[in-house]
């Protein structure tokens, strides 16, 4: 099947720093890649939908300012955490699709962000 | 009331046991309506789509309730390594026209030896 990378699959930062979270489509061209948080013992929300070469759409309540998302390449996008606090530490999962179809979302193994 | 509703367990259930899961959603216009299962510190996998006849894939058996807006997943025979959480995702459209899945909290299931 379909496989969907992330780098880093963990990171610690310290408050205010910025952490770039990169989601590659391995074998595929991903159009449209999605960007998930989930909380400890919550279900996965997501942040934003990104098409290539467009802006991502940001779900309400997330600060596109402070979620930076680039999706340059059919096969990239990254979620840059901005001026990153303790309470940004989530596990962080991307999720790609080629087709329009839900049944074709492939899903990133995920990175655990823990900001000191 | 939220989108997307399960029951979050835990259901403890003996090796061989029939489990079955519940979950309601909120939206009427869904249409497309999945069970992932999550295992701890991982990614969502896509476990099976439901469709509105049902659909059975081995073991597991998923239905759709559009009237009552509720779906169901069913594991005969449970083994040790379907304990996992189990994610009732719904698709939901915005009102912008744009879709989204929206996933439950999750049923958390073991099973014991």
């Known amino acids: 099947g379909a496989v969907v990378s992330q780098h880093p699959s963990w990171v610690i930062c310290k408050s205010g720093t910025s952490v770039k979270i990169e989601c590659r489509s391995l074998?595929?061209?991903?159009?449209?890649m999605f960007w998930y948080r989930q909380f400890p013992k919550q279900s996965l929300m997501l942040m934003a939908t990104?098409?290539?070469?467009?802006?991502?759409?940001?779900e309400q309540g997330v600060e596109k300012d402070k979620f930076l998302i680039n999706h340059a390449s059919l096969t990239l996008s990254t979620l840059t955490v901005t001026s990153a606090h303790p309470e940004d530490s989530s596990f962080y999962i991307c999720?790609?699709?080629?087709?329009?179809?839900?049944?074709?979302?492939?899903f990133g193994p995920g990175t655990r962000l823990l900001v000191l | 009331r939220k989108e997307v509703e399960q029951d979050p367990g835990p259901f403890n259930v003996p090796e061989g046991a029939t489990v079955a899961f519940n979950c309601t959603y909120s939206?009427?216009?869904?249409?497309?309506f999945f069970w992932y299962r999550q295992d701890c510190r991982k990614e969502p996998k896509l476990l099976m789509s439901?469709?509105?006849s049902g659909n059975e894939d081995g073991r597991f058996t998923a239905q759709l309730n559009r009237a009552s807006q509720y779906i169901s997943l069913l594991i005969r025979d449970s083994k040790l390594s379907d304990s996992a959480t189990y994610l009732c995702?719904?698709?939901?459209?915005?009102?912008?026209?744009?879709?989204?899945?929206?996933f439950g909290t999750g049923t958390r299931l073991t099973i014991i030896p």
């Open positions: 999720s790609a699709r080629d087709l329009p179809s839900w049944e074709t979302q492939y």
């Open positions: 074998d595929f061209q991903a159009t449209t």
């Open positions: 990104s098409n290539e070469g467009s802006k991502a759409t940001y």
């Open positions: 939206n009427s216009a869904s249409q497309s």
């Open positions: 439901v469709y509105s």
């Open positions: 995702v719904v698709n939901i459209r915005s009102n912008f026209g744009n879709e989204k899945l929206t």
